[in-house]
């Protein structure tokens, strides 16, 4: 599956920004999809992962209330919404897609895990001014 990531851009501290990853390939909806990040001088970090049928979501604290992930499987496309944005949500964030042959209880165990997805759109850069 090929995934293209869209909405990133310059805020001011306390906006929202809503990100967009459009899918191409066939069974959208037999993928765990997720929201990783990467600023400056860090490691990938796991923002936010939604499950195959969109009943489950999981989030990194630093974001939970905050940010909201959804997907649309008629669409192929999966969005994070971002509020009350911090300077130090700054980064460029991943979409990325993986194992439709995983359980659920593999899935609630590694969900933030960079390994368990095998395809990553391109990232789309945001920044938060303070």
């Known amino acids: 599956v090929q995934l293209q990531a869209s909405g990133g851009g310059l805020v001011q501290a306390g906006g929202s920004l809503r990100l967009s990853c459009g899918a191409c390939?066939?069974?959208?909806?037999?993928?765990?999809m997720a929201w990783f990040r990467q600023a400056p001088d860090k490691e990938r970090e796991f923002v936010a992962t939604i499950s195959w049928s969109g009943s489950s979501t999981y989030y990194v604290d630093s974001v939970k209330g905050r940010f909201t992930i959804s997907r649309d499987n008629a669409n192929n496309t999966v969005a994070l919404q971002m509020n009350s944005l911090k300077p130090e949500d700054t980064a460029v964030y991943y979409c990325?897609?993986?194992?439709?042959?995983?359980?659920?209880?593999?899935?609630?165990?590694?969900?933030?895990?960079?390994?368990?997805?095998?395809?990553w759109g391109q990232g789309t850069e945001v920044t938060v001014s303070s």
């Open positions: 990325a897609a993986g194992g439709p042959s995983y359980t659920r209880s593999y899935y609630r165990t590694n969900y933030y895990n960079t390994s368990i997805y095998h395809y």
């Open positions: 390939g066939r069974s959208f909806g037999s993928y765990i």
